[in-house]
């Protein structure tokens, strides 16, 4: 049944005159319109917790969220001018080997805000950087490799030698030598985001010169771990439910916080040029140490007090994880 003119015309003013008091009020009834741009497939495990978390965005009704996987360099800047044409308002993407192209198109863009992984530092105005600063769980995890090595020989094998990489191994590392201190490393990069019989094939080499621990920062190397029977740490996500006998434990990124506070800045018309590293620290939940699961009663007590301690130290704020960005070398003789 419709509604009567004369009836239509007092409600349409009210909702006008709300509209007026209530700057928030008319922007809340239309959902944020946000896109992402990968350059990896959406379940890549760097990719696939920011998928992860604007795709909570989306099922709690905040976002209209759109997204592209696998897009080439080439390419990037060209999707990136389509989804700002869009009308889109918050663009989330990776900008590591399109540094500047990302950049040119924040700034022929100036009233759309940019959230992208990035080594570089925020562009004023509208260009925000995040990374995954899980250091602190990659720590813990370093911790438990060191107590559970029997060689003494621990292998990483990285993508590329940025520092989003090279400050987890270093981390990694360093928790190692706190329990162990007769562990040694050899690192090698892939030179490749999502290569996993690259990655694989690398790890099979360090196994067969020796190593028993393996930090899988990239996929193919649990796989590898798994069928020569040594172990293996995750990193950014939890793969122990489909390596229940090779990953002990993982240094999870939870990308929510970012996300979120991305989100309501948006929304609240306050987004700005900003690092949003620092939400990925435990501290913030942005990251956290997986439940031993599987591995339960394997991992020696001692080192799993230890673990704890040194896990409640970060959280009190009486222990730093340092940041080390140079690139690892191998220590293994």
Do not use: C
């Not at 909570?56 to 897009?71: D, F, L, P, T, W």
């Not at 985001?193 to 080499?205: Q, R, V």
């Not at 700005?272 to 620092?278: H, I, L, Q, R, T």
């Amino acid at each position: 049944m419709s509604v009567p003119a004369f009836r239509r015309r007092p409600m349409i003013a009210l909702a006008a005159s709300l509209a007026l008091a209530l700057p928030g009020w008319a922007q809340a009834q239309t959902k944020l319109k946000v896109a992402a741009i990968y350059t990896v497939p959406f379940e890549q495990q760097w990719v696939s917790r920011i998928h992860k978390a604007l795709k909570a965005a989306e099922a709690r009704g905040e976002i209209e969220y759109k997204a592209s996987e696998n897009v080439a360099n080439a390419d990037y800047e060209r999707v990136m001018r389509e989804y700002a044409n869009g009308g889109n308002q918050l663009i989330v993407g990776e900008a590591f080997a399109v540094e500047a192209a990302a950049r040119k198109v924040a700034k022929d863009f100036p009233k759309t805000s940019f959230l992208m992984g990035s080594s570089g530092k925020p562009q004023a105005p509208n260009f925000g950087v995040f990374d995954n600063y899980i250091q602190e769980p990659a720590y813990l995890t370093g911790m438990i490799a060191g107590g559970m090595t029997k060689s003494n020989q621990i292998g990483l094998v990285g993508g590329f030698p940025i520092p989003e990489v090279n400050r987890l191994m270093h981390a990694f590392m360093a928790g190692a030598k706190e329990t162990n201190p007769k562990v040694s490393f050899t690192v090698t990069f892939i030179n490749s985001w999502f290569d996993p019989p690259k990655a694989k094939e690398a790890a099979f080499a360090m196994i067969d010169k020796g190593a028993d621990v393996m930090y899988a920062e990239r996929f193919g190397v649990s796989d590898a771990a798994k069928e020569r029977k040594v172990l293996a740490i995750g990193n950014v996500i939890d793969t122990q439910p489909d390596y229940p006998e090779t990953v002990v434990a993982s240094a999870i990124w939870h990308m929510e916080p970012s996300i979120d506070a991305a989100i309501k800045a948006v929304k609240a018309g306050s987004f700005k040029a900003e690092d949003y590293g620092p939400y990925s620290m435990m501290k913030h939940k942005g990251s956290s140490l997986s439940p031993l699961g599987t591995f339960e009663g394997k991992v020696p007590a001692d080192i799993v007090a230890k673990v704890k301690a040194r896990e409640a130290d970060i959280l009190a704020g009486k222990f730093t994880v340092k940041v080390d960005d140079s690139q690892p070398k191998s220590s293994a003789k």
